[in-house]
């Protein structure tokens, strides 16, 4: 009742106080109408010079182009129109062509028929002003043996009669076949024909071009037939297609001069022979006008048009074209070397291109004084370009007079559309918000709890009352339920504090109670397997002992993985050796992978060198999950671990690792759930190969937390690959570290022979690091060649090669007649090179453990000498140690309440030649501490009786003289988050968690034992 009673009366707190004054002096530029009517207002403005703009662009564009097309639609007309007569030309040119070929060699019936032909009525009727004559020129010898030159030419006089005229025949003569007009004509395909250049005629001194057909006899080049047009034919013709667009039109040859002109004055020269001859011809376009900038505007376009084309084609057709070019100037007089290779060009390239058109304005053209539209066209097979330039007032003021009436049209229909919809709005919104805005102040000033608004209607003001009154009754509600559950979610919250906190305990109970059984299972195990036992009861402690390790990793992965969903794993920051790392890994699962009969192989990049800054145990925990599981899923095959920086910062170094085998494969359908925690690829009752599922997703966890991320490609019964990144930090380079002394003046070369390929070349590399010349063979035989050339001694590192087996393959090495070979080195595993027999352990100069590491190689390379390699010989180096074992001569305190694990230390501390003082309880440390002449460690439990390790450890720092620096080292089943910083916080050096295994006991020695004071 106190919640709801509370709920109400805030429910009655007036939100806001306005009188009706206040409201009432709204500025009426505030008031939604207004602002409506000004937004409305800008609006129009918008619209109205947007409409403006877009009429002035795109629509004055569309027009504009119409225009432009209209222009172009009527130079095509002209164009099409002078191309009937250029056709009509050809034809008769072909016709011609086809009687040289067709008719007999009689002189008669060529005059009769030619001439017939020239003067019949259709070419009077179609070309009467343009055709000026033609004939028929043979080739040397092609129309009578012996006979050079023989044409067959006909012209017409003034009167425009046809006379025959055999100058071109004369002996003494300069003859026709090297003409401009005929030579081009040999290297014609069939159908084509060829234009001549503009000339002037030596006879009726008329300006002409000439069409000239070819004709074969056989298939063999037999002469040329010709048509000559009257250039003042077409310029007649030109002056009156002009006149139809109040412009002017005018035609240009192949290279650029006129062939007809509007301004005759201009367009051609006269000039007197010397026999006082009148002669005229047509200029340049360049020369027309040279004062003029818009008709050299023109010019230039003219002059850039014929020279444009299809870049493709031209590039294709280069080698052709410079090759014709050289045969036309080496056969005419009359062509120079650029005007041959303009024929050339223009006979090859249009055979691809088609009919081109350009269309450009010129402001203030010369002929016609005003601004103009001018228009170049392409006539086809002749390279004539013409030009068709009109007046450009007549398309601007019609495109003028359109865009203005279309705007102002628009303009109005927008203008009303505005007001419309202005007093649409005030009708069926503003007065009715005004009304609604009444109501809403009228129930705010009132100050009612759960006020509601009194309109009716069934419009959408309507609507908004009845759900405002509406929601306002559920607010009203949902308030006090809300005030209600805060107070549940509260309990709750402190509820599953609770339970977090006992989970918590209850973890740490748990990994402690299991973990001190554990230590007495594995290390009890572990000395047993010492003892001479049968080869059934060695089994069976074998299994006891892989039995415990396997529930170990299992609790080991839940209590990681409680940490991480705890958000609660804390990574360290030290200085570690990646190489270390993956050379600490290749012992560890190299022996697995050698007993499934699996190829291994573990390599870092060597220029992935010396200290990073990061949790080195959890990076080989992720590469260890990683290479047990391939181990695991691979039943035959390989696996390939590699490493390699991908990027580096001043700060940082970003590492890719990859792990790949040749497995069964993980099917893509599993790919999403693979890193979720308890899931894995057989989920079957009868799965195969075990495990909880668990690795894979801690893996993914850490690789995240270390600012990486891990991902994985596989195929079904193709192996798969996991590879990962992470961000380790960088160590400050200390001078002279990491730089490793060269070898090369040790005076060999290495020879490796082994199929293995990925280990071969991790060893090329290796060796490349080392200085010593390397390469890799997989063939004894081929090996043996390269053997015999070597100049130098050679050693050769023995793996493995298909159909030998490894020891009849070292037998073999050994065995060879070869001077050069200073040493065989065999590169195994330990167990096979202990299995070798001692004929061929005597004759090889060492042994290598396979997978390698860099300072095992290292030794071996430092101890091959070359002078007596075979007395001395070569072998792993092994530690030297006493009788009394590794740590002989060491004294430690074991402090242990738990009799069973006490039993298992003290034997595993005096097989490794540890002296061991024993203590049950803190208490009972510190008495053996104080009376003591000398420890050089204490191994201390935590949770003791009497007093636990924690105090005892505080307590011996208190202690004076040697006692305060004693190294301390904790062994203890808690280890869970924040146990190993509490450790170190009450003054112990390093911690060791249960169960204890002789390799870990052995590596915190070794650490402890080592340091100084």
Known sequence: MGIRTHLLSQASVTPMSLNVSEESDIPSYKQLSVRVFVGLLGFLLLVIGATYFAIQTAAHRTLSDQAEKLHREVGKNIVLKLGERVVSTETLAKSLAKLGESLPKDDSVYSSVIAEMLDSEAVISVDNRLIAGGGIWPEPNQYEEGVDRRSFFWSRDEKRRLVYFDDYNDPNGMGYHNEEWYVPARYLNPGEVYWSKSYMDPYSFVPMVTCTAPYWNDGR???????????????????????????????????????????????????????GNKIVEYR??????????????????IEKFHTSGPLGSRESQEGESSWLAAKIDAESYQIDEIEA?????????????????????????????????VSLFSVPSTDWVVLIAMPSEYSDKAVALVVGRVSKLVLIVVFIICILLYFFLWRSVFSPANALRGEVRKLALEG???????????????????WFNKRTDQLSEALMELKLSNSELEEAKQAAESASRTKNVFLASMSHEIRTPMNAIIGLSSLLAEMDMSKEQSNFVGTIRASAESLLSLINDILDYTKIEANELELEEVPFDLREIMEELTGMVSLQADEKGLGFSCYLDTATEGMVLGDPGRVRQILLNLATNAIKFTISGRVDISGACIEETDTHYVLGFSVKDTGIGIPETAFGSLF????????????????????????KRLCEKMGGEIQVTSKVGLGSEFSFIIRLGKVAVVEGRGRQRSLEAIGWEAFVLDNDWPHGESLLSELKRFGVQSRLFADLSEMEGALARCRIGAVVFAGQVHGRSHEQLLWDLVSLDQPRLVGVVSFSNPLRALALSSKVKEEIAGTLQKPFSRARLESCLRKIDLRDAEDEGLGEEVPKVGADGVFAGFRVLLVEDHPVNRKVATHMLSSLGVSVVVACDGLEA???????????????????????????????????DWRAKVPIVAMTANAMRGDREKCIAAGMDDYLSKPVVPEKLKEVLSRILRREG
């Open 221 to 275: 080049f037999a002469g040329v037939a010709t048509v000559d047009l009257r250039l003042d034919g077409i310029s007649e013709f030109m002056a009156e297609q002009a006149q139809q667009i109040d412009g002017y039109a005018f035609a240009v040859d192949r290279n650029n001069r006129l062939i007809s002109f509007p301004d005759s004055e201009l367009g051609r020269r006269t000039s007197l022979d010397e026999a």
């Open 284 to 301: 340049l376009v360049g020369e027309v006008s040279p004062g003029s900038p818009s008709f050299g505007l023109i010019a230039s376009r």
């Open 676 to 699: 979720d925690s308890f899931r894995q690829v057989d989920s079957t009752t009868t799965r195969k190969y075990g495990g909880t599922g668990l690795g894979l997703a801690i893996c």
């Open 926 to 960: 510190l008495e053996r501490v104080e009376g003591a002449d000398k420890l050089d460690a204490v191994l201390m439990d935590w949770q003791m009786p009497v007093m636990d390790g924690l105090d005892a450890s505080r307590k011996i720092r208190e202690m004076k």
């Open 448 to 466: 009612q709890s759960r006020g509601r608004l009194e309109l009716e209607g069934d419009d959408e003001f309507g609507r908004i009352a009845y």
């Open 341 to 373: 290779k303009s024929i050339a060009e223009s006979l090859i390239y249009r055979r691809s291109s088609g009919e081109k058109v350009q269309q450009f304005r010129v402001e203030k053209e010369f002929l016609l004084g005003q601004s103009a539209l």
